[in-house]
């Protein structure tokens, strides 16, 4: 055995040698690439923390039983290997199971994944955005950000985007045959509304920005049915153009090798989901997330409706400004969607005026009901996200809804509909700043995408107790899977069969 390939050998054995530094300066011939990708398979190469540890075939080799983190947890490699899911064909190649996983061409800087993510996996990112999003960092666009999620009482949110991340990492790594492992810098949900457009630049051409290496982009949405313009331009090589379809992603360098720009949107809103990836473990966002996330959603009482309550952040975020006029983003989105918010009406509220010193923005962050005509629902919710919720998960399920109607109807099921009153309305809409108008021009649907349909208030009584039920579930698995991701100091897929009872944690 040559010097390099012994080298090799002892870096496989110690995980302490596993660092940049070596990475960078090792030069890894065609037969040493062999030899590490051969080791990698045979041993599952696990993740904890963006570090390779404990490089042993199986847990029973270990002398010493796993030491306990900060959270009296066992430190876990990962409760769950990170593996290239099957279905992802990153060359649109057709391999067998005993095929090596096909190489990509030389110095690959982009690749479209078709139908990356499902239409229900789009749809449920889109309620995500909808009903928690605030301005964006730049004008006509508004984002969600995963450590907004968490600072406003949303932290169980964050569960649909944890095995798309893995996912997407898992594809960048494996097409641009990265020999190391890479953290998530960014990740957010943007829409880009009208008049959003951005252009020529790469994605690292701030010095601020010089750590992102990847970036990933899945749509949510397509163009042509849901808004117009929005088409992603490279300046050089192939895809390009790029037309979004929702499910679609598309990978590529962030440095000069991909400068590009999008067309301005003209009608609709253009939604999509963003990560940026680096090799710097000082920007990775999870240390971040997990601060919050252990302050706001450790603890976690089944059938405490308070444990995921929406908490709105300052007013300012959710005003979004437009041509020298605007509105707040919270009474747009219901507002289109043909609700608007009234006053709670109960002995602590005075339903039939605002005081003169106060700013009526402020009233969305106290109690209110929602109405839709001259009706009020009867139901009195926490404060403007939390109606906002409700509203934008019907619209989500509302064919799951009408289907459990259907099948009550004809007899072959038994749905029992929560009582809450619909009355009429007596002038208890609250008096609240909002351009109407330009609320439809900015978040209206284009091009009839959203299928007409009468409200059902039982169908709405029934979204709001359904948005109850998958609310406390994803609260529940998040209070289970935090210790773990706490005790490994990263956010993975935890495995749920096999997560240890250990001191009172678990399920």
């Known amino acids: 055995m040559d010097s390099d390939d012994e080298m090799l050998v002892r870096l496989l054995e110690d995980e302490q040698a596993f660092d940049d530094d070596i990475w960078e300066h090792l030069l890894i011939t065609a037969s040493l690439q062999n030899m590490l990708d051969a080791e990698a398979e045979k041993r599952k190469r696990p993740r904890c923390g963006g570090r390779l540890v404990n490089i042993v075939k199986s847990q029973s080799e270990l002398k010493d039983p796993l030491p306990l983190g900060p959270t009296n947890l066992p430190v876990f490699p990962s409760t769950a290997p990170r593996l290239r899911p099957p279905s992802l064909n990153f060359l649109a190649m057709t391999t067998t199971a005993t095929s090596p996983p096909p190489t990509a061409t030389e110095d690959p800087v982009r690749l479209l994944i078709p139908g990356f993510l499902s239409p229900e996996t789009c749809k449920e990112l889109e309620f995500v955005h909808r009903s928690c999003g605030t301005a964006g960092y730049r004008p006509s666009v508004v984002s969600t950000s995963l450590p907004h999620l968490a600072a406003t009482g949303c932290g169980h949110l964050l569960l649909p985007f944890v095995p798309i991340r893995e996912r997407l990492r898992d594809a960048v790594e494996s097409f641009f045959s990265c020999h190391f492992d890479l953290f998530v810098e960014f990740t957010g949900l943007v829409s880009w509304c009208k008049g959003a457009s951005i252009g020529w630049h790469s994605d690292d051409n701030k010095p601020y920005?010089?750590?992102?290496?990847?970036?990933?982009?899945?749509?949510?949405?397509?163009?042509?049915?849901?808004?117009?313009?929005?088409?992603?331009?490279?300046?050089?090589?192939?895809?390009?153009?790029?037309?979004?379809?929702?499910?679609?992603?598309?990978?590529?360098?962030?440095d000069n090798r991909n400068v590009h720009c999008v067309d301005e949107v003209t009608e609709g809103e253009r939604l999509t989901l963003t990560l940026w990836f680096t090799r710097d473990s000082a920007y990775d966002e999870d240390p971040?997330?997990?601060?919050?996330?252990?302050?706001?959603?450790?603890?976690?009482?089944?059938?405490?409706?308070?444990?995921?309550?929406?908490?709105?952040?300052?007013?300012?975020?959710?005003?979004?400004?437009?041509?020298?006029?605007?509105?707040?983003?919270?009474?747009?989105?219901?507002?289109?969607?043909?609700?608007?918010?009234?006053?709670?009406?109960?002995?602590?509220?005075?339903?039939?005026?605002?005081?003169?010193?106060?700013?009526?923005?402020?009233?969305?962050?106290?109690?209110?009901?929602?109405g839709r005509g001259n009706d009020v629902f009867g139901k009195i919710f926490a404060n403007s996200l939390h109606a906002l919720q409700v509203v934008q998960f019907y619209y989500w399920k509302v064919p799951e809804l009408a289907e459990r109607r259907k099948h009550t109807t004809v007899g072959s099921e038994t749905v029992c509909y929560p009582t809450i009153q619909v009355q009429q309305s007596s002038g208890m809409e609250l008096p609240l700043p909002c351009n109407h108008g330009l609320a439809q021009t900015i978040f209206g649907s284009y091009g009839n995408a959203e299928p007409e349909f009468t409200l059902e208030w039982d169908d709405f009584m029934l979204a709001a107790v359904l948005w109850e039920n998958y609310s406390d579930e994803l609260k529940r698995k998040l209070s289970t899977f935090l210790p773990y991701w706490l005790s490994s100091e990263t956010i993975f897929v935890v495995d749920s069969s096999e997560i240890t009872q250990v001191r009172g944690y678990g399920n």
């Open 209 to 254: 920005l010089r750590q992102r290496a990847f970036t990933a982009v899945c749509y949510l949405n397509s163009h042509g049915k849901d808004y117009k313009g929005g088409i992603l331009q490279f300046q050089d090589g192939e895809p390009s153009p790029v037309v979004p379809v929702a499910g679609d992603a598309v990978i590529y360098t962030a």
């Open 288 to 370: 971040k997330l997990l601060k919050f996330l252990s302050q706001t959603s450790w603890s976690y009482k089944p059938a405490d409706q308070n444990s995921y309550i929406p908490l709105p952040a300052s007013d300012n975020m959710y005003w979004f400004s437009y041509d020298q006029s605007g509105f707040d983003i919270r009474c747009a989105r219901v507002h289109i969607l043909g609700f608007s918010f009234h006053a709670s009406n109960d002995e602590k509220s005075n339903s039939a005026s605002v005081a003169p010193t106060e700013d009526p923005i402020e009233l969305l962050g106290k109690p209110l009901r929602l």
